[in-house]
């Protein structure tokens, strides 16, 4: 029997203002101890904090949060708008949720109809647009620039009632407009000779879905933005956590944010795109006496990255539809509860998910579950994800998997909504200041057409994308 073990590596950080690439920084990020140190913070003031002397900057919109999708707002605001962005995060890009995914741009787990549905939509599209316009400039065009690879999806089932569910899942999204096919286990096995569902299953193929590597999608973007900086238009601090917000004496409207070393004024807006870290952060902006309480938390996952991985070969993206079921959302027909559900705390569960990148890095998932903002690596998830894989990957079970070797795993908390939507919106009362969060795991897949969305509200248009789904007023209650 053949044994994996993966090699461990430094924590390797890179500067923040350099733009090195990819390959310097994929696949170790996610070993780095992004805790994202996040401080008790003092609340809202209306004047900058005299403990510390502090540079002041002044610039049109100020976004708290350098993951893909705090990134991907400054980027469509700089492309699409004559105004200034900075960008502040309390760690690096990639070292939260953004570095620790699978890089999906599918629409396989999407419901047509969903309050998501347009959004994840017209999202996609605007992948498709960015990929064909690094594919028109030549040399390793997408796939080198954003790990861009056309393998289609495929959604699994291993029983006959997962094979009816599959059969209804494609007829609703061929309905919708999405190049859609059911797949019985003969003809599967065609398309993915290592994947085996048994005689009774089968699989949801959907030709067009897409895969991107986010450290090198981010690292595109960070480039975008940065050759916006000669022209005093861009400003990006990492390792510089948000303090508090400050206020006009006069207006009492939010003026400025002021970070551990800086005080980062916005005249038109202020966007607070955090992850998972958004609700304590949103605390201690707005101090004890807020009645806005967004009750994202969350969500820890575990992926297995086996490098060069020549012992398994995949042609396409897959997962299984249990992935779907286990995402979880409530219903969002009520208003939500910030109050944590303890059932749901306790919460865990183990889906396969397994694609190739570009390097011919095999990834495994995923796993999720509520552990608060733990980093600790749990052994028994990563046995449970291998033996799940398994199930499904038979040339897996002739290998074992050393688990006291497993040191090349990602870790990283997804922005859970218990209604499973994100939130986008202005904060009630508080006119210039934005929040977004609540992905979950399609941060990635949902950022630009997220950040189209963002940069319409600041302008004050009407969006491509109805707003109403995701909006703060009215959603919450205490």
């Known amino acids: 029997m053949d044994v994996v073990a993966f090699s461990s590596s430094p924590n390797l950080i890179p500067s923040p203002f350099t733009s090195g690439t990819p390959s310097s920084r994929a696949h170790r990020l996610s070993l780095r101890d992004s805790r994202r140190r996040r401080h008790p913070l003092p609340a809202l003031r209306s004047h900058p904090s005299a403990s510390a002397p502090a540079s002041v900057s002044h610039h049109d919109v100020v976004v708290v949060g350098a993951g893909i999708v705090g990134l991907s707002i400054a980027r469509h605001l700089l492309l699409h708008t004559p105004l200034s962005v900075a960008v502040a995060d309390a760690a690096v890009p990639c070292s939260g949720a953004t570095g620790a995914g699978q890089g999906y741009v599918w629409m396989s787990h999407r419901t047509p109809g969903s309050d998501t549905w347009e959004l994840a939509v017209r999202s996609k599209q605007l992948w498709e647009d960015l990929a064909a316009e690094m594919d028109g400039l030549g040399g390793g065009g997408a796939r080198e620039s954003l790990g861009w690879m056309k393998t289609g999806s495929l959604l699994v089932g291993r029983t006959s009632e997962e094979l009816a569910t599959l059969e209804e899942k494609t007829k609703v999204l061929s309905q919708a407009g999405i190049n859609a096919e059911c797949l019985a286990a003969t003809s599967l096995h065609a398309l993915e000779p290592a994947l085996s569902v048994g005689n009774d299953g089968g699989a949801m193929f959907l030709p067009d879905d897409r895969q991107i590597d986010a450290f090198q999608a981010v690292s595109l973007i960070e480039k975008t933005n940065s050759s916006h900086s000669p022209k005093g238009r861009y400003m990006a601090l990492y390792n510089d956590p948000a303090m508090s917000l400050i206020r006009s004496e006069v207006t009492g409207r939010v003026e400025a944010v002021q970070t551990s070393k800086n005080i980062l004024y916005g005249r038109k807006a202020i966007v607070v795109a955090s992850g998972a870290w958004t609700r304590s952060l949103l605390h201690s902006f707005l101090g004890p006496n807020s009645t806005l309480d967004i009750p994202v938390k969350p969500r820890k ?178």
């Open 301 to 478: 996952g575990h992926l297995l990255v086996l490098e060069k991985f020549e012992k398994l070969k995949l042609n396409h993206g897959i997962m299984e539809l249990g992935y779907v079921d286990h995402q979880g959302a409530k219903s969002n027909s009520l208003p939500l509860s910030s109050k944590s559900n303890e059932d749901e705390d306790d919460a865990s569960s183990i889906s396969m998910t397994a694609t190739l990148n570009t390097k011919g890095h095999l990834v495994l998932g995923s796993s999720r579950e509520f552990k608060g903002f733990s980093r600790e690596v749990d052994k028994s998830i990563l046995k449970s994800i291998w033996d799940r894989a398994g199930k499904f990957f038979p040339a897996l079970n002739n290998i074992r998997l050393d688990i006291d070797e497993a040191k090349e795993i990602r870790i990283g908390h997804r922005p859970y909504m218990p209604d499973g939507k994100p939130v986008i919106g202005f904060v009630p009362d508080l006119s210039n200041v934005l929040i977004v969060t609540g992905h979950e795991g399609s941060g990635l897949a949902l950022s630009l057409g997220t950040a189209e969305m963002v940069t319409d509200m600041i302008l004050g248009n009407a969006g491509r994308v109805d707003f109403t789904p995701f909006s703060i007023e009215n959603r919450f209650s205490a």
